[in-house]
């Protein structure tokens, strides 16, 4: 804990020296290592801790940009190697990039396309070069180098953009993971070198597996490099939560002060908040629209599936507690009714709330910071809260 080395100075702001990007540190917590900050982009401000909606394909799924707005969105994630695939560079490129193209103007945080190196396992091979992949569209064979996604990135125009690398799956033996490190770290420095949009911040990615050492050594020499910001990369990859969030624990407090810590993937409620308390400032995961979809809701009680029968005449709202447009307007029996009979206007309904639950926990989770309170606040919430589907 940092108990008694809390003692940074209020409002302390970290302009990066080739972006446009800045980051201010307001607050840190005096009972864990939660940080209370805003990053600046060139499309806007947002607040830390923060969570993004993905919208992998340039849309968060079955919601519009105006929709997000209204939850209370700060910044969304983009994914470039979904992007190139379609609508391809050349569209992007004539909206003048992707804020115009999809028509959000807040900022975007774009994946390289190194989770893929993960989640298409089957279709690519991964060189030193960089990886080549089979398309999951059209079976096309593509060579991913870190100067070409740097080059991908810089055309989409997403205010954060993130380094090229490569993540392991778990289990992975520590000399396939001191293996993959070398080339995460040669990639890194090629990334580097490869950009040249001022404007646009470049995040460095921290991997290692779930060795310490490993982890500790990628953190040192990533940070040797010199980047805008960090992200811990290559969890929930898979492995036993407990373990991840003692990397997580391990790692982050080490990660550099006057920077924005990111967590790359992870975002459960739970997690969320023992990330913060390691000292994590930004999240993003599909987890709020993926479970919408499928009629599953979060609540400050935990999470229950609308779907189920003894919500069929239900007369209460998904959560109680929560002020979204889909709790003021409609109870779980309707929603129910919609989900059941396939109508689009369900998971959209359960898609946005989720979205909106997320964004209230995070301006939960800053005030709590801001009055000192946090640790309070995750005590109470974790007992509150069960993560079991109900």
């Not at 209370?72 to 992007?92: C, T, V």
Request: glycine fraction near 8%.
């Amino acid at each position: 804990m940092v108990k008694n080395r809390n003692k940074l100075l209020s409002k302390r702001r970290f302009v990066n020296s080739h972006s446009l990007t800045g980051f201010t540190l307001h607050k840190q917590d005096t009972q864990t290592d939660a940080r209370l900050g805003t990053v600046s982009t060139p499309h806007g401000n947002f607040a830390t801790p923060a969570f993004m909606p993905v919208g992998t394909q340039g849309t968060v799924k079955t919601l519009s940009p105006d929709d997000l707005k209204k939850a209370g969105a700060g910044i969304i994630l983009s994914n470039a190697y979904h992007l190139f695939i379609r609508p391809g560079l050349e569209i992007i490129a004539k909206h003048k990039g992707l804020h115009s193209f999809m028509g959000w103007d807040g900022p975007i945080l774009t994946d390289s396309g190194g989770y893929q190196v993960f989640s298409l396992a089957r279709l690519r091979k991964v060189t030193l070069e960089g990886a080549i992949f089979n398309s999951h569209f059209d079976g096309k064979a593509l060579m991913f180098t870190p100067e070409k996604v740097i080059k991908i990135q810089e055309t989409i125009g997403s205010d954060i953009a993130m380094v090229f690398d490569e993540c392991l799956p778990f289990p992975s033996t520590k000399k396939e993971v001191k293996k993959s490190l070398e080339i995460t770290i040669n990639w890194a420095k090629r990334s580097k070198k490869a950009h040249r949009l001022k404007k646009q911040a470049l995040f460095g990615i921290i991997q290692g597996g779930m060795y310490k050492d490993l982890r500790k050594v990628s953190l040192e020499r990533t940070v040797e490099i010199g980047f805008d910001g960090y992200a811990l990369g290559g969890l929930s990859v898979g492995e036993p939560n407990q373990l991840m969030k003692q990397i997580v624990a391990d790692i982050a407090p080490l990660m550099p002060r006057d920077k924005p810590r990111y967590l790359m993937g992870v975002g459960y409620p739970l997690d969320i908040l023992e990330a913060v308390a390691a000292g994590i400032d930004m999240f993003d995961c599909v987890v709020p629209t993926r479970f919408g979809r499928n009629g599953s809701a979060f609540t400050h009680k935990g999470i229950i599936v609308v779907r189920n029968g003894k919500y069929a005449k239900d007369k209460k709202p998904l959560d109680k507690h929560c002020e979204c447009y889909t709790c003021r307007n409609f109870t779980r029996s309707y929603i129910r009714h919609l989900l059941n009979c396939n109508e689009i206007l369900g998971p959209r309904l359960v898609s946005y709330h989720n979205v909106y639950f997320f964004l209230s926990f995070m301006r939960d989770i800053r005030l709590s910071i801001k009055k000192g309170t946090f640790d309070a606040f995750r005590k109470k919430f974790v007992r509150n809260y069960n993560h079991l589907l109900r």
